[in-house]
């Protein structure tokens, strides 16, 4: 097997993985809420997602009907040796575990609106890139944006008079208005920026961030948890149906902002939030970084 196809083989089988298994943090989180829920119908839903996630597994079968739309967001050494290839390869690996996995078909051509039926289309599977000089690795983090948490997604530029008040509103709106169609308790990404699309790729990249890690900025952190707290005071609780809490976790990204607009973007992710984190080295070696014992 040369690198090519020990790269493709390897990335088609984590994404079978992450169709079918939750990454440890969401898990540590789902049974933590779970132990502490005392409303008996949501304490009802948590035990049956975890029947589900034993069950995925057992059965070797993704854990929801909706697998998502399969994207690549990759932090890539200028010197891993197949970084001119990396958009043929994925594609290739999103086509193989499609159909091995398997996958539901989730890509339909805009404008023509005839789905594909391989999870492959114009720039789908989505790939985002991120340089890292001076390293022949790459680090992937792989996501199944399913249909449900993709709806609730909103971004806005407000004044800038709105303040931080303003944000942690239009947050709190959306997912009271929105949020019961992406199958609580959520991932709540926040991005703060200039602009709609700044804002919205900083709330992926907060959604996409470890659950129960903080911002590494004092004041970034404390309005996540200030906003963790207000959220789950709003008690939509698992699938919606009330319960003690609302959000998996709420993580903010930002950056510095023009003096006349304040961009807010949120993004959400369900309490299926099939993320994985995979490490290759220049020789295809590969290191799971978000599933203990993963076995590919
Ligand atoms: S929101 Fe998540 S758990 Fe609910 S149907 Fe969609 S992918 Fe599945």
């Not at 090519?4 to 440890?24: H, I, Q």
């Not at 040796?81 to 051509?109: C, F, G, Q, W």
């Not at 949020?179 to 991932?187: F, K």
Request: charged content about 20%; some cysteine.
């Amino acid at each position: 097997m040369d690198k090519s196809e020990k790269f493709v083989s390897t990335v088609a089988s984590f994404v079978g993985l992450v169709a079918k298994v939750l990454p440890d943090d969401v898990v540590a989180k789902l049974a933590e809420l779970r132990a502490a829920e005392e409303v008996p119908m949501a304490k009802a839903v948590y035990d049956c997602m975890f029947e589900n996630m034993n069950l995925a597994v057992k059965l070797s079968r993704p854990l929801c009907q909706d697998t998502g739309v399969i994207q690549y967001f990759l932090r890539v050494g200028t010197h891993f040796p197949l970084i001119d290839e990396l958009e043929p390869l994925l594609l290739k690996a999103t086509e193989i575990a499609t159909e091995k996995a398997p996958l539901r078909h989730n890509a339909v051509e805009t404008f023509k609106e005839k789905n594909t039926g391989t999870n492959t289309g114009k720039k789908v599977p989505y790939i985002e890139y991120e340089l890292v000089p001076n390293s022949d690795k790459l680090e992937a983090d792989v996501y199944m944006a399913g249909g449900g948490c993709s709806l609730p997604g909103r971004a806005a530029v407000l004044m800038p008079s709105a303040g931080y008040e303003g944000i942690a509103k239009f947050v709190a709106d959306t997912l009271v208005e929105f949020g019961v169609n992406a199958c609580p308790p959520l991932v709540v990404g926040v991005g703060v920026g200039t602009c709609v699309a700044s804002s919205a790729k900083l709330a992926k990249r907060a959604s996409l961030r470890k659950v129960g890690s903080r911002n590494p900025d004092p004041l970034v952190a404390r309005m996540e948890e200030d906003l963790e707290n207000a959220l789950n005071g709003i008690a939509i609780g698992p699938q919606g149906l009330s319960g003690s809490a609302s959000v998996l976790c709420v993580n903010i990204e930002n950056m510095a902002r023009h003096p006349s607009a304040l961009g807010v973007g949120v993004a959400f992710g369900c309490w299926a939030h099939r993320r994985g984190t995979i490490v290759f080295d220049a020789d295809m070696n590969y290191t799971v970084l978000s599933h203990k014992e993963a076995a590919l």
